[in-house]
């Protein structure tokens, strides 16, 4: 059980770190990409799925930003530690070393931010803020994997 439960939490890591590079890099290549627009969305998403008041919204985010941003600064170490594969066996060693440390780094930022949020919220809606969050980048995921249409 425990087992299933790592792998679970190292995949929706490793979908985290996918979702966050595409997005950066979409924001690259295509000047449609607004952060704003994509933080109201994600925000807006989070809100109406966990039923939050204007009072829950306006003590849950500000706490909810500073966990991602603290996340986002693991993910770009994780992602440029993937950059390029080290060319001997002890720097693939440190590699994953160092990828599992950022893992365990995350998880620490995870679990210290819901003990905030419980300070502020509901178990429940804790509960229900962390599942939608998850839901909203799965959604956006795919969403951005979908192929384009030509416009006629």
Known sequence: MMMKMRKC????????IVLL???????????????????????????QAASLSAQEAAAFFPLFDEMQQK???????QRKLWDAKPATEEG???AIRSYDQFD???????????????K?????KVYDCIHASNKFHRE???????????EH
């Open 9 to 16: 939490q190292r995949m929706m890591a490793m979908v985290t």
């Open 21 to 47: 590079s595409t997005v950066s890099s979409f924001a690259q290549d295509n000047k449609k990409f607004d952060p704003e627009k994509f933080k109201a969305h994600q925000r807006s998403f989070i809100a």
């Open 140 to 150: 956006t995921f795919k969403k951005m994997m979908k192929p384009k249409r030509p």
């Open 104 to 118: 365990q780094e995350l998880k620490g930022i995870q679990k210290s931010y819901h003990q905030k949020f419980l």
């Open 120 to 124: 502020v919220l509901p178990a429940s």
């Open 92 to 94: 693939c060693l440190e």
């Open 71 to 77: 996340e986002r600064a693991i993910f770009d170490k």
